[in-house]
Nanobody, 115 residues
Framework: QVNLVESGGGLVQPGGSLRLSCAAS????????MGWHRQVSGQEREFVAA???????KYAQSVEGRWTISKNIPGNTVYLQMNTLKSEDTATYYC?????????WGQGTQVTVSS
């Protein structure tokens, strides 16, 4: 099991920016993909963005063009730069790491977009 620690959430006004980080508690071998989902209370968790081991990014249509996913060189930390935030981006954001042994999830960080 891998522990993932998320940070960077908070309260921001519409049009503002936040940067989320997700760091693994230890080096992880064989990472296939890292990324983020989000969930609004009472709704299903939805995919937001992912970055594959070769650096290829993938985004949900709702965030493409506004947000950028990246990772550090060792590949055990993933970032999500969120620009032009909207009220509908308000949610709890969960990072994940997928490797041959399965998928691990972080505990979530709250993002609230409100004036």
């Amino acid at each position: 099991q891998v522990n993932l620690v998320e940070s960077g959430g908070g309260l921001v006004q519409p049009g503002g920016s936040l940067r989320l980080s997700c760091a693994a508690s230890r080096s992880i071998a064989g990472i296939q993909v890292m990324g983020w989902h989000r969930q609004v209370s009472g709704q299903e968790r939805e995919f937001v963005a992912a970055i594959y081991s070769n650096g290829y990014p993938k985004y949900a249509q709702s965030v493409e063009g506004r947000w950028t996913i990246s990772k550090n060189i060792p590949g055990n930390t993933v970032y999500l730069q969120m620009n032009t935030l909207k009220s509908e981006d308000t949610a709890t954001y969960y990072c994940f790491v997928t490797r041959p042994g399965g998928t691990s999830w972080g505990q979530g960080t709250q993002v609230t977009v409100s004036s």
